[in-house]
């Protein structure tokens, strides 16, 4: 009582000044003083029976602030306050709840981050085996331009296809069932050794000895599978690139055949051509042979002829000599580009003989 009379009396006597400076630096305490007031309450709300073992004299006084908050008394100096050894307790106790609830956080945030990393990883691994099977698609049917039609792929290598793939998938599936059945029996040992040792039944050392020998034998084990799946993959790629080599060296006497039978078809062409023209030449010489001899047994019969005879005779023979010309040079110039055309093929059929052997 004598309190509140000294501050009513300070109060009186005090200046305006004094009182905004005092109501500031009330202002300025109140956030701590919330803040105090908010942990004692949440700590108040928490208070369990062990608690009140613990500390009874704290809880006694806890449940009197309670009542006294509830009633309207303004008794100020009845109010009691917390030691410092109280408050560093309930500080302590806060502590360790936020510290676990900031646990349980972090484990459900780091088992939400695993879960989307599997699945990241489940999508990255699904993303790559179908782009792997596009490109294998896309190999097996052919890259051809929209100009050049498109390509007819039998039916025989599309079953192959399909049947490989569906091998490689149950490969797969074998291989991850058996993951999955030891990822499994090793969890059920896992949560069975847990099981020991929080019922106080933990293994023995001949036991521990058993498991050793055990972990050794599957090390080894696993070890020697390992050196397998790497030969196994090593032979594998071996194969592959010879694989890859007689298709280069293939798909090289494909294009070679090609151009071959092209340069045949042209060739055949050209050959006709000039047997047309040189049986053409032949019936042209037949018939000017004949008309040599007519001329000739025209002449042995020489009988002088008129002028207009001689000049339109002359006129003849000079077209007839020059066709003749004529034919002889397309008989020289066809006999010299059949007499090239045939150095060019027994070149061409030398150098194919050189590149298969």
Known sequence: MQGTVKEEDWINRATNEE??????????????ESLENECYKSFLGKLDIETEKVMPSLSRRASLVRKRSKSRSSAVDRFVT??????????QAQYEDLKNESEQTRISFEEALDLQKAISEELKARQEEILKNYNQFCKL???????????VVPAEKVLRFSDDYSKFLDTQSDKLRLKNSSIKSTLKKVEEQLRQKESGDVLGAVDFEQTKIDNTKCLAEIDEKNHNIQKMKITAARTLQILNGYKKKLNEALQEEKYIKEEQKQRREMQKRVESETILAKQELQFERTLNEKFEDQISSYRVPSVIDFVKLVSEERDLTRKQNIYTRRLKIAEVELHCQKKLWLKKQRGSHNETI
């Open 19 to 32: 009182l905004l400076k005092a109501i500031t630096e009330i202002q300025s305490h109140i956030p701590e």
């Open 82 to 91: 917390l030691t410092n050894e109280q408050k560093c307790l309930i500080l």
């Open 141 to 151: 049917v052919g890259n051809k331009n929209s100009s050049e039609g498109l390509q």
